[in-house]
């Protein structure tokens, strides 16, 4: 039989708190910080002068015995998966969030049945829909990396995007790989040869549960104004004047969709775009090779606009090719602008706004 006394059933006062708060202030003066942290760290912030913030001590030490068990991990906060509450701004579906640049080499194919590995930049991202609050960002990486020691084809990437889109419980996404290609391309005249860089970009995009294959090319040449060179002749032959037509480097972005069928190599895509334009710039030069350069350009004078058409031609005639973009810049000589122009067939790139940086991000370094 349990007997209360009324004094234990009643509720403490704010003065038997204060009471308690003194008698446990008077225990702690004396009382090892061991002996604290073991009844309560939290104890540290009633006692007057003790920061609580470096209660208990913390070590500065790297722990590099610690090992993370799978308890442990599970009790890790991750904000990113966190509730649809700590949403900040409009609750409002992203197209595409994720990470782009990251870099490692990776083993492509070639037509003539090699390999190479080049370093190359991916881009991964998904949707997220208006009430989640985030992704887990690594997690794009980890998928892409389960693939990454293949040599890659858009097959590899496929399972790569299906990858992450499973991880991420995501209905959109996208890959892209950019890298630089080497191709060994011969002089005009010297018999020489030398390494021509093609920066490339595949792309895999899955939208709406269609999936497209893109590839993208810069490739560089030179364009000669064909008004600048009816000029220069004039004052030739009306007097005697030796002129010298304008001429200037310049790039056309490709971009093409692949159709079903066989595989477009990026040898065959360059081989196109060299068909449509052959003025592309040199590796090794010597005296013959830049003389037969001259007649070269003189021989294929081309507008920007012509530049768009000609490209478009060869890229009509490859059953391999499906929609498609042309993006030319010629980096005008004689003006202090650029000359432009933007082509495109199907539905896959007709856009109604441009990139602002578009034509900037055409500008070729050698």
């Given at each position: 039989m349990?007997?209360?006394?009324?004094?234990?059933d009643?509720?403490?006062?704010?003065?038997?708190?204060?009471e308690a708060?003194?008698?446990?202030?008077?225990?702690?003066?004396?009382?090892?910080p061991?002996?604290?942290a073991d009844?309560?760290?939290?104890?540290?912030?009633?006692?007057?002068g003790?920061?609580?913030?470096?209660?208990?001590?913390?070590?500065?030490?790297y722990?590099?015995?610690?090992m993370?068990?799978?308890l442990y991990?599970?009790?890790?906060?991750?904000?990113?998966?966190?509730?649809?509450?700590?949403?900040?701004?409009?609750?409002q579906?992203i197209?595409?969030v994720?990470?782009?640049?990251?870099?490692?080499?990776?083993q492509?194919?070639?037509?003539?049945n090699?390999?190479?590995t080049?370093?190359?930049?991916v881009?991964?991202?998904?949707?997220?829909e208006?009430?989640?609050?985030g992704?887990?960002?690594?997690?794009?990486m980890?998928?892409?990396?389960k693939?990454?020691d293949?040599?890659?084809?858009?097959?590899?990437?496929?399972?790569?995007?299906?990858?992450y889109?499973?991880d991420?419980?995501?209905?959109d996404?996208r890959?892209?790989?950019?890298?630089?290609y080497p191709?060994?391309?011969?002089s005009?005249?010297s018999?020489?040869?030398?390494?021509?860089y093609?920066?490339?970009?595949?792309?895999?995009?899955e939208?709406?549960?269609?999936r497209?294959?893109?590839?993208?090319?810069?490739?560089?040449?030179s364009?000669t104004?064909?008004?600048?060179l009816?000029l220069?002749?004039?004052?030739?032959?009306?007097?005697g004047?030796?002129?010298?037509?304008?001429?200037?480097?310049?790039?056309?972005?490709?971009?093409?969709?692949?159709?079903q069928?066989?595989?477009?190599?990026?040898?065959?895509?360059?081989?196109?775009?060299?068909?449509?334009?052959?003025?592309?710039t040199?590796?090794?030069?010597k005296?013959e090779?830049?003389?037969?350069?001259?007649e070269?350009?003189?021989?294929?004078?081309?507008?920007v606009?012509?530049a768009?058409?000609?490209?478009?031609e060869?890229?009509?005639?490859?059953?391999?090719v499906?929609?498609f973009r042309v993006?030319?810049?010629?980096?005008?000589s004689?003006h202090?602008?650029?000359?432009v122009?933007?082509l495109?067939?199907g539905p896959?790139?007709?856009?109604?706004?441009l990139?602002?940086?578009?034509?900037?991000?055409?500008?070729?370094?050698?």
């Open positions: 349990n007997i209360h006394t009324p004094d234990i009643r509720m403490p006062d704010r003065e038997d708190a204060r708060l003194a008698r446990l202030r008077q225990w702690a003066e004396s009382a090892q061991e002996e604290i009844l309560d760290p939290a104890i540290a912030r009633l006692i007057p003790m920061d609580s913030g470096d209660y208990p001590t913390l070590s500065r030490e722990p590099q015995t610690f993370a068990d799978t991990k599970e009790s890790l906060p991750d904000l990113q998966n966190g509730p649809s509450s700590l949403i900040r701004g409009s609750r579906q197209q595409h994720g990470i782009s640049n990251f870099r490692l080499p990776i492509y194919h070639t037509r003539d090699g390999d190479l080049l370093e190359t930049s881009t991964g991202t998904v949707s997220l208006a009430d989640k609050k992704i887990n960002m690594s997690r794009i980890r998928s892409f990396y693939h990454a293949k040599t890659f084809s858009f097959e590899v990437i496929e399972a790569a995007l299906d990858d889109i499973a991420l419980d995501s209905f996404a890959i892209q790989m950019r890298f630089s191709v060994r391309v011969p005009l005249r018999g020489l040869s030398g390494y021509q093609y920066d490339i970009a595949l792309e895999l995009v939208r709406g549960g269609v497209k294959k893109l590839i993208h090319l810069d490739y560089v040449y364009s104004c064909p008004c600048s009816e220069s002749e004039h004052a030739r032959m009306a007097r004047q030796l002129a010298t037509p304008h001429s200037q480097r310049s790039v056309a972005r490709i971009s093409v969709e692949l159709a069928g066989d595989c477009l190599w990026f040898e065959d895509l360059i081989d196109m775009a060299r068909e449509a334009v052959p003025t592309e040199q590796v090794m030069v005296r090779d830049e003389q037969a350069f001259a070269l350009n003189a021989a294929n004078p081309i507008f606009e012509d768009a058409r000609l490209f478009c060869q890229l009509k005639r490859d059953d391999r499906g929609d993006i030319a810049s010629h980096q005008e004689l202090s602008h650029d000359a122009s933007v495109t067939e896959t790139f007709a856009a109604e706004s990139d602002p940086r578009l034509f900037a991000s055409l500008f070729h370094v050698g």
